[in-house]
């Protein structure tokens, strides 16, 4: 098992920054890709960013430029920066690790920008 706990999100300022954690614990095998994804009210759950235990990251069209997933160098641990946020970043963010045929999620974190 596998247990991902994140942390960071809150209420900031259309242009602001958050900088979101994610902390995983448990039988994490050698081979994984850490994600993060996020869920506006009324939509579906979408992917923002991910990277692989070889650093190589991908990242929505929607957030490129702005965002930046990393991971600390015991790969336990991903971090999702996050520049000038806009109002339509609102959404309840979720961290996800990928191995063999598991996939594992957090519980969440609200993040919300006002205009």
């Known amino acids: 098992q596998v247990q991902l706990v994140e942390s960071g999100g809150g209420l900031v300022q259309a242009g602001g920054s958050l900088r979101l954690s994610c902390a995983a614990s448990g039988n994490i095998f050698s081979i994984n890709t850490m994600n993060w994804y996020r869920q506006a009210p009324g939509k579906q759950r979408e992917l923002v960013a991910d990277i692989t235990m070889g650093g190589y990251t991908n990242y929505a069209d929607s957030v490129k430029g702005r965002f930046t997933i990393s991971r600390d160098s015991a790969k336990t641990t991903v971090y999702l920066q996050m520049n000038s946020l806009k109002p339509e970043d609102t959404a309840v963010y979720y961290c996800?690790?990928?191995?063999?045929?598991?996939?594992?999620w957090g519980q969440g974190t609200q993040v919300t920008v006002s205009s």
């Open positions: 996800n690790l990928a191995q063999g045929r598991s996939v594992y």
